[in-house]
T-cell receptor
């Protein structure tokens, strides 16, 4: 079993839709959770960061962590074509850039 | 120049060639990383340098050889590669003691091994 599972997609939605992206994990020690966004031909960039359980909102983006279910989600409201990218979840037990475990990434396309 | 820059962006090499990938960060960070990104696979951490010392080498074949001459520069020397080494190689940097674990990535070097 992989430590982090993420559906690779592709996921195609119409503009304005609410998008839900998810990851499940098996390591109960994980407590730092991140979402990175990677545009085509670019490197990943940090989008959202959450420590432990709960929700975090930033504009149209909401990150949720449910540690009891070992499940994290990223919601995108009012999706735009500019949101088309690959979204990678990442997590770690102790923080620190060298301790991250990444998902495979979900490719999202928002169509006009 | 800002952020993390990688050169070359694209590289095609034969299995007997020797080439190098270069990474430079302009963020004042003190940790640098090499990651391998293959289709449908998670990012694979290859090497970590913290304060210019290698602190991690995740069982990477010896045909990949990293070099970190200072905190701003990182190289990945390549020799006698295999076709399965074709991938996007990403360089990243961070502050060593940053608890969030935020990594700042370059745009990557796309490597094709013939």
């Amino acid at each position: 079993q992989k430590e982090v599972e993420q559906d690779p997609g592709p996921l195609s939605v119409p503009e304005g839709a609410i998008v839900s992206l998810n990851c499940t994990y098996s390591n109960s020690a994980f407590q730092y959770f991140m979402w990175y966004r990677q545009y085509s031909r670019k490197g990943p960039e940090l989008l959202m960061y959450t420590y432990s359980s709960g929700n975090k909102e930033d504009g149209r983006f909401t990150a949720q962590v449910d540690k009891s279910s070992k499940y994290i989600s990223l919601f995108i409201r009012d999706s735009q074509p500019s949101d088309s990218a690959t979204y990678l979840c990442a997590m770690s037990a102790s923080g620190g850039g060298n301790k991250l475990t990444f998902g495979t990434g979900t490719q999202l396309k928002v169509e006009l | 120049e800002t952020g993390v820059t990688q050169t070359p962006r694209h590289l095609v090499m034969g299995m007997t060639n020797k080439k190098s990938l270069k990474c430079e960060q302009h963020l004042g960070h003190n940790a640098m990383y090499w990651y391998k990104q293959s289709a449908k696979k998670p990012l694979e951490l290859m090497f970590v340098y913290s304060l210019e010392e290698r602190v991690e080498n995740n069982s990477v074949p010896s045909r990949f050889s990293p070099e970190c001459p200072n905190s701003s520069h990182l190289f990945l020397h390549l020799h006698t590669l295999q076709p399965e080494d074709s991938a996007l190689y990403l360089c990243a940097s961070s502050q060593v003691y940053e608890n969030t674990g935020e990594l700042f990535f370059g745009e990557g070097s796309r490597l094709t091994v013939l």
